[in-house]
Nanobody, 121 residues
């Protein structure tokens, strides 16, 4: 099982980026997936999560209203649309997947390698 995150890069403040997370090795269409990030010198933090059906989502307060998580189960891929980016959004972004369908609780069992997002002010 592999999760491959991509789409990171350098963007100016107030700009946008879309991250992708392609899963291979098994289908996650029934499982919750999420995005996390880790800024330099800080601990990894939760960003957003989405249930397998795609009809339920959950966001950290710091990104609510600016980021949108979505998924395309036919492509076994999850996305994170990031708008109105701020310097404090600079981090390595990781995608992850659970083996369960719970949104708010439970651990993430699979992790991608991360993609760097740098926002210049």
């Amino acid at each position: 099982v592999q999760l491959q995150a991509s789409g990171g890069g350098l963007v100016q403040a107030e700009g946008s980026l879309r991250l992708s997370c392609a899963a291979s090795g098994r289908s996650f269409s029934r499982n919750t997936m999420g995005w996390f990030r880790q800024a330099p010198g800080k601990e990894r933090e939760f960003v957003a999560a989405i249930k397998g059906s795609g009809d339920s989502t959950f966001y950290a307060d710091s990104v609510k209203g600016r980021f949108t998580i979505s998924r395309d189960n036919a492509k076994n891929t999850m996305y994170l649309q990031m708008n109105s980016l701020k310097a404090e959004d600079t981090a390595v972004y990781y995608c992850a997947a659970k083996t369960s369908s719970t949104l708010y609780v439970g651990t993430y069992d699979y992790w991608g390698q991360g993609t760097l997002v740098t926002v210049s002010s």
